[in-house]
């Protein structure tokens, strides 16, 4: 995956992050429209930005309306605050960044297994899904086949949201045999 980390990194500034974040999560963000503290009122709403001097909360707003991330909008006397189509992009591959699989203190004993069939024409998502899966910790178990036994429904169905891809191309299989699976309980470390 890091080879497409310049291609859809998300901003340098932890501040600016943390507002993509936050815009992703939920939508958009009203504040009065009559209030001369804008950003004041911005930071006070929003307890996670609480830690910053209110001048980087400002700052870190303006770099992204200025990178054309997140608009600004008045409606019924209150602004909202939103991702535009190129600010959900990099929000999303943010969000595909810091996926984690936990790895739980004893197996369940079910090995979920990812497969997919991804046309040519998506040759960058299926690139970038193969490396997201490695980064994950999948191991391949034969071609365009991932398997893992740690539990990771909710990450894989985020990927799968984010890539836009359908039944047909991506799915998920919890499995209590696989055959023989000395080789992965050796590569896991489940022995």
Same mark, same amino acid.
């Given at each position: ?7 859809? $990194?998300?901003?340098? +500034?932890?501040? #600016? ?12 963000? #009203? ?9 004041? /009122?911005?930071?006070?709403?929003? #307890?996670?930005?609480?830690? !910053?001097? /209110?001048?980087? %909360?400002?700052? #870190?707003? !303006? /770099? @992204? ?5 997140? /608009? ?7 602004? !909202?605050? +939103? &991702? ?29 297994? %990812?497969?997919?069939? *991804? +046309? ?23 071609? $365009? ?10 990450? *894989?169905?985020? @990927? ?12 998920? =299989? ?12 050796? =590569?896991?470390? &489940?022995?």
């Amino acid at each position: 995956m890091s080879k497409f980390k310049k291609y859809f $990194s998300g901003p340098k +500034s932890e501040v #600016a992050r943390e507002i993509l974040e936050l815009l992703i999560m939920g939508g958009a963000i #009203a504040i009065a429209a009559t209030s001369p503290y804008f950003i004041i /009122n911005i930071v006070k709403g929003l #307890a996670k930005l609480k830690k !910053y001097p /209110n001048k980087k %909360v400002y700052n #870190a707003f !303006y /770099n @992204l309306r200025k990178q054309g991330l997140i /608009n600004f909008y008045d409606k019924n006397n209150q602004i !909202y605050i +939103s &991702l535009t189509e190129k600010g959900k992009q990099k929000a999303g591959w943010m969000q595909i960044d810091n996926l984690k699989i936990k790895k739980p203190k004893k197996w369940d004993g079910k090995w979920r297994l %990812v497969m997919f069939d *991804i +046309s040519n024409l998506k040759r960058i998502y299926r690139e970038a899904l193969r490396g997201k899966l490695k980064e994950l910790g999948f191991c391949l178990f034969q071609k $365009s086949i991932w398997i893992t036994p740690y539990n990771c429904a909710k990450e *894989i169905k985020i @990927l799968k949201e984010f890539f836009g891809l359908k039944d047909a191309e991506f799915r998920f =299989v919890l499995a209590e045999s696989i055959g023989n699976a000395s080789e992965f309980r050796k =590569v896991f470390g &489940l022995d």
